[in-house]
């Protein structure tokens, strides 16, 4: 699972790819953007490893470079993304 704002753009790439959007939150400051990614990513490494063990082995999900690979946890079987998610304290958000 991978959490992270980022430009339409980008993200449409990864659904080309195969993967599927949980959730499209759009922000009014770019500071809000980045609380909401710094939260949900301490909330994914709390229930799983790094997904990909560098840039080079996520290129075939993230594209070439793997660009933000460090950004993508497993997340333990059984659990649903948006249960994962909604796990998390956003109170500070």
């Known amino acids: 699972m991978k ?5 339409r753009k980008r993200w449409r790439k990864f659904v080309i790819r195969g993967a599927e959007l949980v959730d499209l939150i759009e922000f ?9 990614e710094s939260l ?3 909330g994914l490494s709390a229930h799983g490893p790094l997904a990909f ?5 996520s290129e075939p999900y993230l594209g070439r470079g793997g660009g933000g690979w ?3 946890y497993r997340i333990p079987e059984g659990i649903q993304p948006m249960d994962l998610l909604m796990s998390i304290d956003w109170s500070s958000v």
């Open 3 to 7: 959490a992270g704002y980022t430009s």
């Open 53 to 57: 063990g560098s840039a080079k082995e």
């Open 70 to 72: 460090r950004e993508c």
């Open 28 to 36: 009014d400051h770019y500071s809000d953007a980045f609380d909401f």
């Open 40 to 42: 949900a990513l301490r």
